[in-house]
């Protein structure tokens, strides 16, 4: 099935730093998603791109979907200790294709902010 | 206020009882899953719904069963068989149309000792 490589998987910064992390895959995706996910809850949607080359912000946020729809990034400027958590990468193939419901995730990237 | 909503939070159960961990949405969406996280392994799929009697398996849905009576509910029974029960489970939910995101509700940890 397809697989989602998400790096790194952890990041140690410190407070103000700006935080960049990736998802590439072997497989071509329609659609990217960003989520963060704080401890013991479910993961809330950041970002959704849905174009080849489209760049979109969310406050200090700002993710890109690939121009060959097989990598996306996630940024995040001047970090702040609500930031901490963990980000996870999704891509969509279309409805019910590629995977067994056309969604595949990454991993997770484990954000920790050192004051 | 829409959302999905997941029952309960934290729920303690003895090996080789089955236990029924409940989530509801209301926001009208078509599809429903489930998901199960453990540490370190990211999300993997247990069971999805795309429509209202109907249901399929994902890539571990031994030992787990679902239905899909109502369009709002999606119900996730972990049977006695299986094997590692214990893990933080997650509902979630989506439009049918195209490309429509995927949207969390906030978790059941499930304690089998």
């Known amino acids: 099935g397809q697989q989602l490589n998400q790096s790194p998987q952890s990041m140690f910064i410190q407070e103000g730093e700006d935080v960049s992390m990736n998802c590439t895959s072997s497989s071509i995706f329609n659609t990217w998603l960003w989520y963060k996910q704080d401890p013991g809850e479910g993961p809330v949607l950041l970002i959704a791109?849905?174009?080849a080359g489209e760049l979109t912000s969310n406050g200090r946020l700002t993710a890109q979907f690939g121009i060959t729809r097989k990598d996306s990034f996630l940024n995040i400027s001047a970090s702040i200790p609500s930031d901490v958590g963990i980000y996870f990468c999704a891509g969509q193939s279309s409805w019910g294709g590629g995977g067994a419901d056309g969604l595949t995730f990454g991993k997770g990237t484990h954000l920790i902010i050192q004051p | 206020d829409g959302g999905i909503t997941q029952s309960p939070k934290y729920l303690f159960r003895k090996e080789g009882q089955n236990v029924t961990l409940s989530c509801e949405q209301n926001?009208?969406?078509?599809?429903m899953y489930w998901y199960r996280q453990d540490p370190g392994q990211g999300l993997r799929l247990i069971y999805y719904?795309?429509?209202?009697?109907?249901?399929q398996k994902g890539d571990i849905a031994e030992g787990y069963s679902v239905s899909r009576e109502k369009k709002e509910s999606f119900p996730l029974t972990v049977t006695s068989a299986q094997k590692n029960p214990t893990a933080f489970y997650l509902c979630?939910?989506?439009?049918?149309?195209?490309?429509?995101?995927?949207?969390f509700g906030n978790g059941t940890r499930l304690t089998v000792t």
């Open positions: 719904s795309q429509i209202v009697n109907d249901f």
């Open positions: 926001l009208n969406h078509d599809a």
């Open positions: 791109l849905y174009k």
């Open positions: 979630a939910s989506r439009q049918s149309s195209y490309n429509s995101p995927l949207h």
